[in-house]
T-cell receptor, first 109, second 114 residues
Framework: SQQGEEDPQALSIQEGENATMNCSYK?????LQWYRQNSGRGLVHLIL?????REKHSGRLRVTLDTSKKSSSLLITASRAADTASYFC?????????FGKGTTLSVSS | ETGVTQSPTHLIKTRGQQVTLRCSSQ?????VSWYQQALGQGPQFIFQ???????GRGNFPPRFSGLQFPNYSSELNVNALELDDSALYLC?????????????FGPGTRLTVT
């Protein structure tokens, strides 16, 4: 089963612009994570936000979490061509991470 | 680079055959999970091993089985391959059994079943 659903499915922007991706989930969570995947390879962990946190920053990344709406957003500021990848949110369910289908981000120079 | 390695990188098998995929966890990690990622989808949890025992399983049939060795390397075995088993198989390791902290993923094995 897939808990998280990212929106939009695909996003195309120019270098220097900001990219915002949203994630909705169904059940209560302990934490929510965001991962990046380049060209169908392994996933790279970007950031983890706990259920009692509302916002978290890491470099050019900003993540928000709204547990009342069961949603999260990932903002990438000043996008670069190297940010081109698929982005997934993941929630925890017992021993598993449950991923959405992802947002494919394309940053053109 | 996460320190998690997988082999082989690519594999082509015929329907009905059996396959073994291998994963070497990041040093110090005692928990390994396996995920299946079909094209255009997010990864789906297959199972997790902690200290050589399976301690969590997703919605996959028994023909998907695994092993974890004392050095914490791991194998995923799939019997009686079906066309729908074609996917990217990812292993991920971490060093805590309980809470689901960040996981370190390998580069994956691309399995094609013809």
């Amino acid at each position: 089963s897939q808990q998280g659903e990212e929106d939009p499915q695909a996003l195309s922007i120019q270098e220097g612009e900001n990219a915002t991706m949203n994630c909705s989930y169904k059940t209560s969570i302990n934490n929510l994570q965001w991962y990046r995947q380049n060209s169908g390879r392994g996933l790279v962990h970007l950031i983890l936000i706990r259920s009692n946190e509302r916002e978290k920053h890491s470099g050019r990344l900003r993540v928000t979490l709204d547990t009342s709406k069961k949603s999260s957003s990932l903002l990438i500021t000043a996008s670069r061509a190297a940010d081109t990848a698929s982005y997934f949110c993941a929630t925890d369910e017992s021993t598993a991470l449950i991923f959405g289908k992802g947002t494919t981000l394309s940053v053109s120079s | 680079e996460t320190g998690v390695t997988q082999s082989p990188t690519h594999l082509i098998k015929t329907r009905g055959q059996q396959v073994t995929l291998r994963c070497s966890s990041q040093s110090g990690h005692n928990t390994v999970s396996w995920y299946q990622q079909a094209l255009g989808q997010g990864p789906q949890f297959i199972f997790q091993y902690y200290r050589e025992e399976e301690n969590g399983r997703g919605n996959f049939p028994p023909r998907f089985s695994g092993l974890q060795f004392p050095n914490y390397s791991s194998e995923l075995n799939v019997n009686a391959l079906e066309l729908d088993d074609s996917a990217l198989y990812l292993c991920a390791s971490r060093n805590d059994r309980g809470a689901t902290y960040e996981q370190y993923f390998g580069p994956g094995t691309r399995l094609t079943v013809t």
